[in-house]
């Protein structure tokens, strides 16, 4: 059985020791968080903020981002091009973006 998380605020875990639990995230604040190289395969994040996390290198499979905010991440090598396009839409402000893929998504807006 997923879990569900609404309105809930994340600071400054480091998910590379202990994996981010599978669930849904709806409205979530992540801040100062570590996600390198983690595993997000198959997680819906819907209206979320990340601010100041970093997520470089981390598998996206199948990940569902929508209305999501990325506010001074560092994104290095992330391949968005994997993540679950229905609905995709992300905002970027002031986020290290290099070796990220977006190959073949609608990116219209964005």
Known sequence: MPSFFIDKEFTGIDYTAKPLEKG???NCTFTNCTFAESN???IPFL???FKACNLSMATLNGAAFNDVRFITCKLLGLNF???NDYL????FEDCNL????FYKLKLKGI
């Open 40 to 42: 997000l395969s198959m």
């Open 88 to 91: 995709f839409d992300v905002y």
């Open 24 to 26: 849904e995230y709806d």
């Open 98 to 101: 290099n070796l990220a893929s």
């Open 81 to 83: 091009n994997n993540c």
């Open 47 to 49: 209206e979320c903020e």
